[in-house]
């Protein structure tokens, strides 16, 4: 039995198998919105602005 999971786009349920090229969206139209999504800084990885050695403490 496959594992099913929500497509990260729409919420449609997607079998996580391996003729699904689109895994883990349900289609190439929601794996490019969310590729879109990426490119126009939509999401973002939390992170502290790096330290500058020469800043005096």
């Known amino acids: 039995m496959a594992t099913v999971v929500d497509c990260p786009t729409c919420s449609k349920k997607v079998e996580w198998k391996e003729e699904n090229k ?8 929601c794996k490019q919105i969310d590729l879109g999504a990426w490119a126009e800084e939509k999401y973002a990885i939390p992170a502290a602005p790096p330290k500058d050695p020469l800043e005096e403490e």
Do not use: A
Request: proline fraction near 12%; glycine fraction near 0%.
């Open 22 to 29: 689109y895994r883990p969206f349900c289609s190439e139209r």
